[in-house]
């Protein structure tokens, strides 16, 4: 099986690239993890390959990380429901400052329903590899309405 490449985000530009690759991804509640000893934050999910094409309904399973975490928060989220599954929507960075004394800031995860978890960092640091090949999947997130097909 050959090595998917990485992507990475050292900058909010390398993040909204993650975050397109992201939208629609989905992930277990238990599959998104904060090591504090660490200081990263993972998560596996199953991404939509929206790079595909429009005629293709793939997803892949995928590991994302961001390193350089200080604290993880979330809101509306049932973090004691490992098995709840929720809908990735996009990834945003907000810096703290200008950038150029300090590197830190806040990224968001959003998620469809309300959902977010917030990671305070020192410094914008992540990456996304697909961990398996893709496979079919029954339906496709549907966005004209904000309502998803059958997955």
């Known amino acids: 099986m050959t090595t998917a490449p990485i992507l990475a985000a050292q900058d909010a530009e390398d993040l909204e690239v993650l975050s397109a690759r992201l939208q629609d991804a989905v992930a277990k509640v238990g599959d998104l993890k904060y090591l504090p000893k660490k200081r990263r934050f993972v998560a596996v999910v199953n991404r939509f390959q929206w790079e595909n ?8 399973r995928s590991g994302l990380h961001f390193d350089g975490v200080l604290s993880v928060k979330s809101k509306n989220i049932k973090m004691g429901a490992p098995g709840a599954v929720l809908s990735l929507l996009a990834i945003r960075f907000t810096p703290v400052g200008d950038g150029s004394e300090n590197p830190g800031g806040k990224v968001e995860l959003t998620f469809s329903g ?12 992540a990456a996304l590899a697909d961990l398996a090949g893709p496979w079919a999947a029954r339906g496709r997130p549907n966005h004209a309405d904000n309502e998803f097909e059958d997955e």
């Open 114 to 125: 309300g959902g977010a978890m917030q990671l305070e960092v020192e410094c914008l640091d």
């Open 53 to 60: 094409g429009a005629r293709t309904n793939l997803r892949v």
